[in-house]
């Protein structure tokens, strides 16, 4: 199975809250979880991206939370700011990283 | 800005038309990528070159042709295409193909085939 399963679809959290984004997956091969940022009109962009040997890593107001026992992942934007608004995808590569597979993606809309 | 450049911006082409779409990176990576992306929906991976050499297709129809000249260029040639192959073709390289390697995105072209 190459299915990442990411929820909400849309997702609207005042300014200064926290947003939460949740994904799943199945592939035990999946070895590298990143998360993209994509604006209108442009192209995707690395946010942060996170190993299953740690289970969080923080950038900024940005955090991966990874729990490999139960297959899943998130991504959580502290303190959000309208500049956040925008789609989020995860992501998952296998050992060999040739495929990335990405969740369907979340519409984040922080309102001021 | 993304240092992976993709031209044009956007193309609209009737269905017997031949067209390319162009990339180019300079960060000295050795894979590139085409996916295509349909609105609000994530990015679908067509092909994959790693050292100037096609090491993924995804499957896709012949009406779509890569061709990767150099290690920095990389070009989709469309041909015969379809209304539903209307969507944003986005072009992305990273170091090597290896996990864990990042995978910078350009901004894509916009193709609508009327």
């Known amino acids: 199975q190459q299915q990442v399963k990411q929820s909400p679809q849309s997702l609207i959290v005042q300014k200064g809250g926290i947003s939460i984004i949740n994904c799943a997956y199945e592939?035990?091969?999946?070895?590298?979880f990143p998360w993209y940022q994509q604006f209108p009109g442009k192209g995707p962009a690395l946010l942060i991206a996170?190993?299953?040997?740690?289970s969080e890593k923080k950038e900024g107001r940005f955090t991966i939370s990874f729990n490999k026992s139960a297959k899943q992942f998130s991504l959580h934007i502290m303190d959000s700011q309208p500049g956040d608004s925008a789609t989020y995808f995860c992501?998952?590569?296998?050992?060999?990283?040739?495929?990335?597979?990405f969740g369907e993606g979340t519409q984040l809309t922080v309102n001021p | 800005d993304t240092e992976v450049t993709q031209t044009p911006k956007h193309l609209v082409m009737g269905m017997t038309n031949k067209k390319s779409l162009k990339c180019e990176q300079h960060?000295?990576?050795?894979?590139m990528y085409w996916y295509k992306q349909k609105a609000k929906k994530p990015p679908e991976l067509m092909f994959v070159?790693?050292?100037?050499?096609?090491?993924i297709n995804e499957s896709v129809p012949s009406r779509f042709s890569p061709e990767c000249p150099n290690s920095s260029l990389l070009n989709l040639h469309l041909h015969a295409l379809q209304p539903e192959d209307s969507a944003l073709y986005l072009c992305?390289?990273?170091?090597?193909?290896?996990?864990?390697?990042?995978?910078?995105f350009g901004e894509g072209s916009w193709l609508t085939v009327v």
């Open positions: 996170i190993r299953p040997d740690v």
């Open positions: 992305a390289s990273s170091n090597r193909i290896l996990s864990g390697n990042t995978i910078y």
């Open positions: 960060m000295g990576h050795r894979a």
């Open positions: 070159y790693s050292y100037e050499k096609l090491s």
């Open positions: 592939n035990t091969a999946f070895d590298y």
């Open positions: 992501a998952a590569s296998p050992t060999s990283g040739s495929r990335l597979t």
